[in-house]
């Protein structure tokens, strides 16, 4: 079993202390600061963050927060793309992004011999609208949301339901799309587009198909929490095999406003005997 934390730390360092100690094996995250992808680089024992600048390509002082794919243990290997603008054609270790810290991804091939399979860390960033349309109190995560999907784009052929890609994609989008938060319709527009290059939603939801709470407010405890804004994609062919769950118990939340996503890659999958 591959197992993989997806978690929007809000720049906590505490969070990265308590992602540590989860024996995990990959690591999605989202809102990383600078100091904190420094942090996980010199931790050891099995960690490792990207060797490129997580700003790239753009300026490190165009945004303060980062999505970063995170090797947690020795039993994957991970492979980390080097971020280009999207004008150019992209080399084989290369990544087109056309988003500013929206999306971390790298390839992770379990020690065990196994199919890699690609690692996408997303943040659907919310954004204000032009100031033409005049109301400025409204914001938007949308937008961002399609170009994490624009950019996904590249490893996934022209027939994607054919196709054979394994793609893992998790994190915090911004917006709601089962249950009593269901979202509007420019947000399903998301959830169309994800399963038209052939990438299943596995939550996480309840038993009965609803939402469940994975964020809270400044004003909200895990508790009271009732918003989810975290969630998983993968690929047709391998996400049966997949295990999600949120770790939003109070007892489990931890130090962010946004709790823990697990997502447990089994043997079925990995393709290991009984």
């Keep these: 079993m591959v197992k993989v934390v997806s978690w929007n730390t809000n720049a906590r360092r505490d969070a990265i202390q308590k992602l ?5 094996d990959v690591a999605l995250l989202q809102e990383v600061t600078v100091n ?16 490129y600048e997580p700003w790239l390509p753009w300026t490190q002082g165009a945004y303060t927060r980062w999505p970063l794919v995170v090797k947690l243990s020795d039993r994957v290997q991970v492979e980390w793309f080097k971020y280009r603008l999207p004008v150019y054609w992209p080399k084989v270790d290369e990544f087109p992004v056309s988003g500013i810290g929206t999306i971390a991804v790298a390839r992770v091939t379990p020690l065990s011999g196994q199919e890699p399979f690609i690692a996408v860390s997303m943040y659907g960033r919310w954004r204000p609208p032009h100031p033409s349309v005049g109301d400025q109190q409204w914001i938007h995560a949308d937008a ?10 590249v490893f996934i052929s022209h027939n994607p339901k054919n196709s054979t890609h394994r793609i893992l994609a998790a994190g915090d989008l911004n917006m709601a799309f089962f249950g009593n938060f269901r979202s509007d319709a420019r947000m399903q527009t998301v ?14 939801r309840d038993s009965s198909g609803e939402n469940v709470p994975t964020y809270h407010t400044p004003r909200q405890d895990p508790t009271t929490a009732t918003t989810q804004f975290d969630h998983v994609f ?7 095999s997949i295990h999600v769950r949120a ?3 109070a007892d489990e939340w931890g130090p962010s406003d946004h709790c823990r ?5 089994s043997e079925a999958w990995l393709g290991l005997k009984d």
């Design 20 to 24: 540590l100690e989860m024996d995990a």
């Design 36 to 51: 904190g992808w420094k942090r996980l680089a010199g931790v050891g024992n099995g960690v490792a963050v990207t060797p």
């Design 144 to 153: 961002s949301a399609h170009r994490i999907i624009s950019d996904l784009s």
């Design 191 to 204: 959830m169309n587009r994800m399963n038209a290059l052939g990438l299943e939603y596995l939550g996480p």
């Design 234 to 240: 993968a690929s047709q062919g391998f996400h049966d």
């Design 247 to 249: 770790m939003n118990g």
């Design 261 to 265: 996503i697990v997502a447990e890659v």
